[in-house]
């Protein structure tokens, strides 16, 4: 039988946030490499019965057809804005050849990945899953005091690849990470708000249309406080 590694955790951006920090004072991370799937896509992802399945086939590709020890990158963005595990932070990825930094101890780029085929006419990088990978790349340069010319497309490195994707633009990605405020709403906070002000006007609203906005707006403090 195949072996299916089971412990992919999810996480919420500020769950990985948390999960980063203490990394500061054990990697050094020399760049931030940004990558799309390009396979599997958006629809794939949509139509998976289970989530995980998903990221265990990208590791069972890597570690048994491309004969890598393990998942190439160190995280995985979804299409819903989540962040999946991947390989060890303390681990050079398997991002392009000649830039993974293997034969440096301890200093190699962080390497993520958003799911989707972002090449133009196919799929779009937009909502919670560019929201999360415009701000995993801010925490990572903030984190680890990288200047912005550190942050690589995959194509960048090697020219043969469209990755992320041919309508990924790299100005307006940089500007995103650019104008991001790294102080984010906490969730406490997001919470409070929604508790003691938006709760009580659900219910006291007095129509649909009144109750489909606050909660709306309740969703939007989640997830600018990292909750979805």
């Known amino acids: 039988m195949t072996a299916e590694r089971k412990n992919f955790r999810r996480f919420t951006y500020a769950e990985y946030v948390d ?3 203490p990394f500061v004072s054990k990697v050094k991370f020399s760049q931030v490499h940004v990558h799309g799937t390009w396979k599997p896509t958006i629809a794939d992802y949509r139509k998976a019965a289970e989530k995980i399945k998903i990221i265990q086939a990208m590791w069972r590709f890597h570690t048994v057809t491309n004969n890598w020890g393990d998942i190439a990158q160190h995280a995985t963005i979804d299409p819903d804005g989540f962040i999946w595990e991947g390989r060890s932070l303390l681990e050079a990825p398997a991002s392009a050849s000649g830039y993974n930094d293997a034969d440096l101890d301890g200093v190699h780029p962080f390497m993520f990945e958003m799911i989707g085929n ?3 006419g196919a799929e779009k990088l937009e ?5 999360t990978a415009v701000k995993l790349t801010n925490a990572i340069i903030s984190l680890w005091k990288l200047p912005e010319s550190q942050i690589k497309f995959h194509r960048e490195l090697n020219p043969a690849k469209t990755c992320p994707g041919s309508s990924v ?3 307006s990605f940089l500007a995103l990470v650019r104008d991001w405020r790294s ?3 906490s ?3 997001a919470n409070t708000i929604i508790s003691k002000w938006l709760s009580p006007a ?3 609203a007095a129509t649909k249309a009144e ?4 909660h709306r707006l309740a969703e939007e403090l989640r997830k600018a406080s990292g909750q979805l």
């Open 19 to 21: 999960y980063l920090k």
């Open 118 to 120: 972002f090449d133009v």
């Open 127 to 131: 909502g919670a899953q560019l929201a």
């Open 169 to 171: 633009s790299k100005a």
């Open 183 to 185: 102080v984010d709403m």
């Open 187 to 189: 969730p406490a906070d």
């Open 202 to 204: 659900w219910f006291a």
């Open 211 to 214: 109750k489909d906005e606050i």
